[in-house]
């Protein structure tokens, strides 16, 4: 693995990793370090950092609804799944917009919304009625065990050591 996929990988493990933190697992320097964040920035590689809520911890996220919609559509001419995806993506309510391979769902669209009714309004009045959408078939995410590859449930573990037979 070269320097720049192990930088990206540590930052992508914790984005609020120090330069000085990465050089001493990298050996390299710091000023190498950080001309390398900066120049991954600028190219567009390093887009963004977040941060991540536990829904659980966080009762403002529970406000939220969230909702998984499969989508049929007809790709265009010369522009194949992007020019519909490009319409889609650039709704606010768009959170994730995916090319799936899955028999009868073409693309599959994370959005959020206050409650089901606004989720309902928006495939009802904005995805559906798109020119090229087929069909749709709509999911409510009910709880977040996983998401990132983060954890969001904490173990119970009841201390008691199972039975042997």
Do not use: W
Request: charged letters at 30%; one cysteine or more; proline letters at 2%.
């Amino acid at each position: 693995m070269d320097k720049k996929e192990e930088i990206l990988n540590l930052l992508k493990d914790n984005a609020r990793i120090s330069p000085k933190d990465i050089a001493n697992m990298t050996e390299c320097s710091v000023e190498d370090v950080t001309k390398m964040i900066a120049d991954l920035e600028k190219d567009g590689t390093i887009m963004k950092y977040a941060t991540i809520i536990n829904p659980e911890k966080f009762e403002g996220a529970n406000e939220k609804v969230m909702a998984e919609i499969e989508l049929q559509v007809t790709p265009e001419r010369e522009l194949g799944f992007d020019g519909i995806a490009e319409r889609i993506y650039r709704f606010p309510q768009v959170k994730s917009l995916y090319l799936m391979s899955a028999d009868g769902c073409d693309l599959k669209v994370c959005i959020e919304g206050k409650n089901n009714q606004e989720i309902f309004n928006f495939v009802a009045r904005k995805l559906a009625t798109l020119n090229g959408v087929k069909a749709t078939r709509t999911h409510f995410v009910m709880k977040t065990y996983k998401e990132n590859g983060i954890i969001y449930v904490e173990d119970s573990v009841d201390g008691r050591e199972g039975a042997m037979a």
